[in-house]
């Protein structure tokens, strides 16, 4: 189910906001606080839209530990762990790396 636009949403009324701040040209609060409604609303929308969306089947936690991020795993086995290759990644073959360096041979 899409999430219809509706004329009297937050993002709209956010987005209203920044125009009008901007229309103004000097920075102000009410203008950081209208760019950050918008912010979260459109946040918001794109979140519901793919909570109902075949891709939220496909939906990971980044594997590292100390990673935050989400995302989508279109590989073709799904077995993606890291959310990028640069950054956790690249992080976790290089500590893999290491630890099979400092074993014994043998
Ligand atoms: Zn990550």
Known sequence: MKIPESPNSTAMAASDGVKAAMTIGIPTPIMEM??????FAFLARDCLDLFD???RAALRW????????VFID?????RRRWCGMKGCGDRAKAA??????ALPLG
């Not at 209208?34 to 912010?39: D, H, I, N, P, W």
């Not at 279109?74 to 799904?78: E, I, K, T, V």
């Not at 893999?96 to 360096?101: D, G, L, S, T, V």
Request: charged content about 35%; glycine content about 4%.
């Open 34 to 39: 209208a760019v950050t409604r918008a912010v």
């Open 53 to 55: 969306s075949p891709d």
């Open 62 to 69: 980044c594997a590292d530990a100390k990673c935050t991020r």
């Open 74 to 78: 279109r590989s073709r086995g799904q």
């Open 96 to 101: 893999a790396y290491r630890r099979r360096q």
